[in-house]
Every structure is written in C-alpha cells, then in structure tokens.
Nanobody
C-alpha cells in the first residue's frame, strides 16, 4: 500500500485547509486510516482516525469541532478538513493505514510521506 498525502500549504490563522490522502491499492476499504502530525524534534501526535467503512471517526479532543475526517472508498481517498486553523496547528501531517483503529503510530503499517501545514499568525 502506498499513501500519498497532499493539500498542505501556508495559511493565515483562522483559515482552512483540506488534506487528502490517496492510496494505491484496490483494498483500501480493508484498512482503518488515521492522521498524525509532527514537528521537528517532537513525537508524532495522533490527530484522528476513521474506520474502514467510515462509520466511526475520532478526532482528539483539542481539535474536535475544528477538524473532521472523511473517506471515499470508491476513490481510495481520505481527507482531513481543518478549519479555524491556529499557528499551533503548524506541523507535517501524515496519513497512515493499518489493520486496527488506534491512536498509536506503531499500530499503523503504511504511511504517507507527509504534507507540511504552516499557519501564520
């Protein structure tokens, strides 16, 4: 499984971005998916996840209400909609795929290359 994350960029505080993660596999709907983010020298932090059917989604509490996750299994894509962005949201965002829905990076087997989000104040 190869994952390609895109959609990052520079945005002013209060703005929005939509990240996408495209998977190169016909079995995309067999994987739970997640987004993580990371800044240099820091750990990779869980942002949210979505089950393989899309029925269950989870966003970490501090981001809930501003971020949302969705997926389109017909297009092998997952998205992260980010609204009301804050400078603290600046990070490289990674998408990941795994067999089990988890908040832990080690539980995901496949990773995208990351897309940089920079939020200016």
């Amino acid at each position: 499984v190869q994952l390609q994350a895109s959609g990052g960029g520079l945005v002013q505080a209060g703005g929005s971005l939509r990240l996408s993660c495209e998977a190169s596999t016909l079995t995309f709907n067999k994987y739970d998916m997640a987004w993580f983010r990371q800044n240099p020298g820091q750990e990779r932090d869980f942002v949210g996840a979505i089950t393989r059917t899309g029925e269950v989604t989870f966003i970490v509490e501090p981001l809930r209400g501003r971020f949302s996750i969705s997926r389109d299994n017909a297009k092998n894509t997952m998205s992260l909609q980010m609204n009301s962005l804050e400078p603290e949201d600046t990070a490289v965002y990674y998408c990941a795929a795994g067999d089990n829905y988890s908040t832990l990076p080690n539980n995901y087997d496949y990773w995208g290359q990351g897309t940089l989000v920079t939020v200016s104040s």
